[in-house]
């Protein structure tokens, strides 16, 4: 027999014991506010078993508008540009608060988009924030695009923040970005949004083509170097 114990419940758990401390973190993450989520996956005709078992572990803020779409089969940047045109078409969706790019082979931490809708919270001068993943192969780069110290436009990568902070740049990687969707509802720029260039009117990758564009508007782009993004190598098995 188990020794007979007296036991006093503390009744009001855990996050009223402090509620100064827990009121902040619900300020940071923000969830009580509109922070509805159209997700946009560009994909060939098929997503590596291990990335799409990490992508069903995201976890998105509570009781909030969430609708995935997945662009098969198309270019990446015609895919892109395709689904935001069919978001900002639709009645409903075109209000929502965030887009959230996500790629078919990009492995991303189960609280990632906590994280980024937090460092939108806390920075609402980036239109887009987006976590930290490196070319894939060895001697990777981090896609930190561009020095913004340098008044030229260009797209040299950058350092990441050792500490895990931001790192404002001229442009990101697609894999996993935040983006306020009004960026595009308000858009100035040509279109479509997204162009993969090669010929007399650049050379440019679709992902840099529209920063640049962004850039001229005024707006801003930055990497969360805390939210730490795999790149999948499906041939190799390896992230990146």
């Known amino acids: 027999m188990t020794k007979a114990e007296f036991t006093v419940m503390d009744m009001q758990g855990r996050h009223n014991a402090d509620g100064d ?6 300020m940071k993450g923000a969830s009580w ?3 509805r989520i159209v997700m946009l996956i560009p994909s060939a005709s098929m997503i590596a078993a291990k990335v ?3 992508h069903m572990n995201m976890i998105f803020p509570p009781n909030q508008g969430v609708v995935k779409i997945l662009a098969e089969g198309m270019e990446v940047g015609h895919a892109y540009s395709a689904g935001i045109e069919n978001i900002l078409a639709h009645p409903d969706l075109r209000e929502w608060e965030y887009l959230l790019t996500c790629e078919h082979d990009n492995l991303v931490p189960s609280d990632g988009v906590l994280n980024l809708l937090a460092s939108m919270e806390a920075h609402p001068e980036f239109a887009v924030i987006g976590g930290l993943y490196y070319t894939k192969g060895e001697g990777g ?5 561009g020095d913004k110290r340098d008044p030229v436009m260009n797209f040299r990568p950058q350092l990441p923040d050792p500490k895990g902070g931001l790192v404002e740049c001229w ?5 996993f970005n ?5 960026m595009f509802r308000d858009w100035k720029g040509p279109k479509p949004y997204f162009q993969t260039k090669a010929g007399p009117g650049g050379v440019g990758t679709q992902d840099l083509a529209m920063a640049a ?12 170097c805390s939210v730490k993004v795999g790149h999948w190598d499906q041939q190799a098995q390896i992230a990146w």
Do not use: C, H
């Open 21 to 26: 401390a827990t009121f902040a973190r619900l």
């Open 33 to 35: 506010k509109k922070q």
């Open 52 to 54: 799409y078992l990490n």
């Open 141 to 145: 780069v981090p896609q930190i695009w």
């Open 171 to 175: 442009g990101t990687g697609m894999g």
């Open 178 to 182: 935040l983006w306020r969707l009004s």
């Open 213 to 224: 564009e962004a850039q001229k508007q005024g707006y801003r782009f930055a990497v969360d």
